[in-house]
């Protein structure tokens, strides 16, 4: 079975070590997936949107899921929210791992159906992605 790969979705200014993790986690043989970064070098806040956006469209385009780290301030991002909306056109299948569990979802993946980790470890994050 081919591997799948992973788009994460998460908040540059407060989540990107929980990214960084996942990309450690990943040279990890029990993984069956592979996460890749997406990240580009612009500022999400950047005036540039249109030229973020045909950046990162073609990456999450190349996914076969978009996983999102929901952290504090996850709901508030309308670059999240963008992403995950993308996700959903394309009928990529979703996602969700709440850095905390108390943390608030963001709505569009409520309402897509997402697999869940409602903890960030190793295992429950293996079990949403192996699931999705």
């Keep these: 079975m081919a ?6 979705s998460f908040d540059y200014d407060n989540d990107k070590h929980y990214k960084n993790l996942l990309l450690a986690w990943d040279k990890n043989k029990d993984f069956d997936f592979h996460f890749y970064d997406g990240s580009l070098r612009e500022a ?3 005036t540039n949107a249109a030229y973020i956006k045909s950046q990162i469209k073609p ?3 190349a996914a076969s899921h978009l996983l999102c780290l929901v ?3 996850t709901n508030k991002s309308a670059w999240i929210d963008w992403e995950i909306s993308t996700a959903v056109e394309n009928k990529k299948k979703l996602i969700g791992v709440k850095i905390e569990k108390a943390n608030t979802s963001p709505a569009a993946l ?3 159906g997402a697999t869940w980790a409602l903890s960030f470890n190793f295992d429950a994050i293996k079990k949403a992605v192996d699931s999705a």
């Design 3 to 8: 591997k799948k790969a992973v788009f994460i």
């Design 44 to 46: 999400i806040n950047s």
């Design 59 to 61: 990456k999450i385009l």
């Design 71 to 73: 952290g504090s301030e």
């Design 110 to 112: 409520l309402a897509n």
